[in-house]
């Protein structure tokens, strides 16, 4: 197959990477708005560059790959898909909900495959865990909690074009959350603070969050997520029921140290950040985008599943700004 990458910054430099050594893959042509970061990367990776979008556009791909900034993704997604082109984007597809909506339209129009990169449906604790609820080892689930912490904010300039803390950050959790339980949110109540770094209050975000979901069922979860977790990256979840309760990501490089004497030390370096973390992930959504190309595997992540994150996201920066709960 002939792909197309749109993209070459840090999340899209390592799907370049992944692309180029799928044995699936003949050619992989890159392109980015910056053509001379594009060619760099072509050339470690023996694949072909092109000026820019419009021009990989143009061209006979068999498929493309977002992982272009946040602000191009509903052009591009739209325009390849008035090509007839299967296309994998990273989340969000637009930074508001009736962009996102305009996108999907535009998708179930054309009948053309979307994939959205939530990386971690793929991630081995995260699948584990699924199945843990789906054989029932649980029992009933009662309650549901959520971390994701950053080591370090992101720079100054991103803050304002992220969509905030709840859009940008913990859609994945919001994400993991329907995707694990099978379960709708029926609420949300949110809090911040952007007691931090101030260019958070300048962007009109928080650095810190904390939501409480109410799911159809009556589920209790909580979802929480800072940018200043100096002990490092950590996204975990817990999972409890009347007959069990477990726990993804905590191993010995979670950044997490007990104060009981008899409780075991983390004996690993801390995880750096979400490619450190999730590199097995993010490699596996990618290989699963190509398998649906191929129409070996159903879609394992739609436009509407994203959809439905960001609408629980969208809730929560509501009940945040209207101290008041909100139903997505």
């Known amino acids: 197959m002939r792909i197309g990458l749109v993209g070459v910054g840090r999340i899209g430099s390592f799907h370049a990477h992944t692309l180029a050594a799928h044995p699936e893959v003949t050619e992989l042509v890159v392109a980015d708005l910056d053509p001379v970061r594009a060619t760099r990367t072509a050339a470690a990776l023996g694949a072909t560059p092109v000026a820019g979008p419009a021009e990989l556009l143009s061209l006979d791909v068999h498929a493309l790959v977002v992982a272009a900034a946040t602000d191009a993704h509903a052009e591009l997604v739209t325009a390849a898909a008035e090509r007839g082109l299967p296309v994998f984007c990273e989340k969000p597809l637009a930074r508001e909900l009736d962009g996102t909506r305009a996108v999907l339209a535009s998708v179930a129009e054309a009948g053309t495959l979307l994939q959205v990169g939530f990386m971690r449906r793929f991630d081995a604790g995260y699948l584990a865990a699924r199945e843990a609820l789906r054989t029932g080892r649980l029992g009933r689930l009662h309650t549901v909690r959520a971390v994701t912490s950053d080591p370090a904010p992101p ?11 709840f859009r940008d950050c913990l859609v994945h959790d919001f994400d993991a959350v329907r995707w694990l339980t099978g379960r709708e949110v029926a609420s949300v109540q949110a809090a911040g603070s952007d007691a931090g770094p101030p260019a958070f209050r300048a962007a009109g975000d928080v650095d810190t969050a904390a939501a409480l979901l109410t799911l159809d069922d009556g589920t209790l979860c909580t979802a929480t997520a800072t940018r200043v977790n100096g002990a490092g990256y950590d996204v975990r979840m817990e999972l409890a029921g009347e007959k069990d309760q477990l726990a993804v990501g905590l191993d010995v490089r979670t950044p997490l140290a007990s104060v009981e004497e008899d409780s075991p030390v983390r004996g690993g370096s801390p995880w750096l950040g979400f ?10 959504e990618l290989r699963a985008f190509l ?3 191929r129409g070996e595997v159903p879609n394992p992540c739609s436009g509407e599943e994203a959809l439905a994150a960001f609408r629980i996201a969208d809730a929560c920066e509501v009940s945040r700004r209207e101290g008041r709960p909100v139903a997505p």
């Open 155 to 165: 720079p100054d300039a991103y803050l304002p074009l992220s969509g905030g803390l």
């Open 275 to 284: 490619l450190d973390r999730f590199a097995p992930a993010y490699r596996a």
């Open 291 to 293: 398998r649906s190309v």
